[in-house]
């Protein structure tokens, strides 16, 4: 990967190591588009939590919830389109924004400058509410257990996303 190109990814959920969408991030790695950097935290708290078909979003809200584990890669310009494609920033279901983190172990010491996909903005911070304000430190295996990919039942997230937070269930 030419340095100009590279974008370094915070991801949290379905696309780390043993979850639903590995299989893209390995496919980056093999076609030498993303290079795997090791386990990161979030420097700031944020909010995680997962929604209809069990679907991760991290939701741009600063000091709140915990500060989150994930992993971090080096992209590269086509990686990040497929990311992009992936995560569905086009259509409103994540926004690609910057994030501060650190890696594991090193809590305290360099913080790395990244992006992350967040829950899009449209619904966020409601859909923070709608689970009570309690997130997870990691979307680990015991959450990805619940992950149904749509490209598997075909369903329409967003909708899914707007009949969850009107409803009082």
Same mark, same amino acid.
């Given at each position: 990967m030419?340095e100009?190109?590279?974008?370094l990814? %915070?991801?949290?959920?379905t696309?780390k190591?043993g979850h639903?969408?590995?299989?893209l991030?390995q496919?980056l790695?093999?076609?030498k588009?993303?290079?795997?950097?090791?386990?990161?935290?979030?420097h700031?708290?944020?909010?995680?939590?997962t929604?209809?078909?069990?679907i991760?979003?991290l939701?741009n809200?600063?000091?709140?919830?915990?500060?989150?584990?994930?992993?971090?890669?080096?992209?590269s310009?086509?990686?990040?389109?497929?990311?992009d494609?992936?995560?569905?920033?086009?259509?409103g279901?994540?926004?690609?924004?910057?994030?501060?983190?650190?890696?594991?172990?090193?809590?305290?010491?360099?913080?790395? !400058?990244?992006?992350?996909?967040f829950?899009?903005?449209s %619904?966020?911070?409601?859909l923070?509410?709608?689970? !009570?304000?309690?997130?997870?430190?990691? %979307?680990g295996?015991?959450?990805g257990?619940?992950?149904?990919?749509?490209?598997?039942h075909? %369903?329409d997230?967003?909708?899914?996303?707007?009949?969850?937070?009107?409803?009082?269930?």
């Amino acid at each position: 990967m030419a340095e100009a190109e590279q974008v370094l990814i %915070f991801t949290y959920g379905t696309l780390k190591q043993g979850h639903g969408n590995l299989h893209l991030t390995q496919h980056l790695i093999h076609q030498k588009e993303a290079v795997f950097l090791g386990p990161h935290f979030t420097h700031q708290p944020h909010p995680l939590v997962t929604g209809p078909h069990g679907i991760p979003y991290l939701i741009n809200l600063p000091s709140h919830g915990h500060r989150v584990k994930g992993e971090l890669y080096s992209v590269s310009a086509t990686g990040l389109v497929r990311l992009d494609q992936l995560e569905g920033t086009g259509i409103g279901h994540y926004e690609r924004l910057p994030i501060q983190v650190c890696r594991e172990g090193d809590e305290e010491g360099v913080l790395v !400058g990244a992006e992350a996909y967040f829950a899009h903005r449209s %619904f966020g911070e409601r859909l923070w509410e709608r689970k !009570g304000k309690v997130g997870l430190i990691e %979307f680990g295996e015991e959450e990805g257990k619940g992950y149904v990919r749509m490209e598997d039942h075909g %369903f329409d997230f967003l909708g899914d996303i707007t009949s969850f937070l009107a409803s009082n269930d």
